[in-house]
């Protein structure tokens, strides 16, 4: 029951809408071709692991460019830091026991939560999740590919 002037209650659940605001899209939005760039000499070792694996993918789709280098490396060193910081949990536990006899949470702990943050912005960046799939438009197959005929006719 709503109450006179005040806005209901938002609820937990929210659907996904599409265009709200019916903003006109940015039909020419620059589209660099894709290809997996070159990794950095310095990533850790995990990271250049995971940039071999996902950059390989996401260049096909013509998601990661060169001019995506850098955000790429942060994602796959934000990788690299999450993982060992979870290997280590796993290895010696969450918790550890201090000289006065009181349990305290490991900085793994924190270094993990912090880089599994760090990691989901830059995986919505790229449409790895299944959100930010849903809110992605990839490009026409052709059949629904609007034409320009001023093109056709400057293409004989």
Known sequence: MAVRGRKPKPTALKVLEGN???????????????????????????AKKEWKRLGKVLAEMGMLTEIDRAAFAGYCQAYARWKGAEEFITQHGDMVRTPNGYLQQV??????????????????????????????????????????????????
């Open 20 to 46: 709200p605001g019916h903003r006109p899209l940015n039909k020419k939005e620059p589209m660099p071709k894709g290809k997996l760039p070159r990794c950095p000499e310095w990533l850790e070792d995990d």
């Open 107 to 156: 900085p793994q702990v924190s270094i993990a939560q912090t880089n599994l943050k760090i990691m989901l912005k830059f995986c919505e960046q790229f449409g790895l999740t299944p959100s930010a799939r849903s809110r992605m438009i990839g490009e026409d197959t052709g059949s629904e590919r609007e034409v320009d005929e001023m093109e056709l006719i400057l293409r004989g």
